[in-house]
């Protein structure tokens, strides 16, 4: 079951450029990861986010978590090329909830 | 840690033929291993959840007979895809999450995908 809507479904940009990737539901949930994809292989854990408001850094990535912990954020700062791939959030309630996903290319 | 394996990587098979793929969590105990299936740039398909033991809950509309999922122990869920044709050639990945209780209980860690490819 798909409750997390993710916005934008697929984007291009320059590398240099910022970027932010949103997660939003109507739903709560317990902790929401994110992950990232390349294609050919399985998808990699980024992050997980536990507590509303929350704010992780990860090098160039910012995540939030939402002060009701219905929605997230994934924000890109200085693309690279190697940023390129499919990103996933998964929110945990009382099973796994999987986004749409966002398909970023990031050309040199 | 929270490492997952799958076999074969990638694997090309004739039409009416079996597929049998394996999942192992190599450095943790999983209770839920979960099957997708994935089309090119698409987010994941779930199509069973499977809990050591027990029979898996398969998502509406994925055939039970045709998908057999076997979860055998806590390291090791297999899917096998019966007499696969070519509409069933796709990516499939596996994840698993660890016990109850245990701190990897809510997360998914997922296999690097096997890519079918039915002739």
């Known amino acids: 079951t798909q409750l997390l809507e993710q916005s934008p479904q697929f984007l291009s940009i320059q590398e240099g450029e910022n970027l932010t990737v949103y997660c939003n539901s109507s739903s709560v949930f317990s902790s929401l990861q994110w992950y990232r994809q390349e294609p050919g292989e399985g998808p990699v854990l980024l992050v997980t986010v536990v507590t509303g408001g929350e704010v992780k850094k990860l090098k160039r990535l910012t995540f939030q978590f939402g002060d009701a912990r219905k929605d997230s954020s994934l924000h890109i700062t200085a693309a690279q090329p190697g940023d390129t791939g499919l990103y996933l959030c998964v929110g945990t309630g009382n099973q796994f909830y999987f986004g749409t996903g966002t398909s970023l290319t990031v050309i040199p | 840690g929270a490492v997952v394996s799958q076999h074969p990587s990638w694997v090309i098979c004739k039409s009416g033929t079996s597929v049998k793929i394996e999942c192992r969590s190599l450095d943790f105990q999983a209770t839920t291993m979960f099957w997708y299936r994935q089309f090119p740039k698409q987010s994941l398909m779930l199509m069973a959840t499977s809990n050591e033991g027990s029979k898996a809950t398969y998502e509406q509309g994925v055939e039970k007979d045709k998908f057999l999922i076997n979860h055998a122990s806590l390291t090791l869920s297999t899917l096998t895809v019966t007499s696969a044709h070519p509409e069933d050639s796709s990516f499939y990945i596996c994840?698993?999450?660890?016990?109850?209780?245990?701190?990897?209980?809510?997360?998914?860690?997922f296999g690097p995908g096997t890519r079918l490819t039915v002739l």
């Open positions: 994840s698993a999450s660890g016990l109850a209780g245990g701190p990897l209980v809510d997360t998914q860690y």
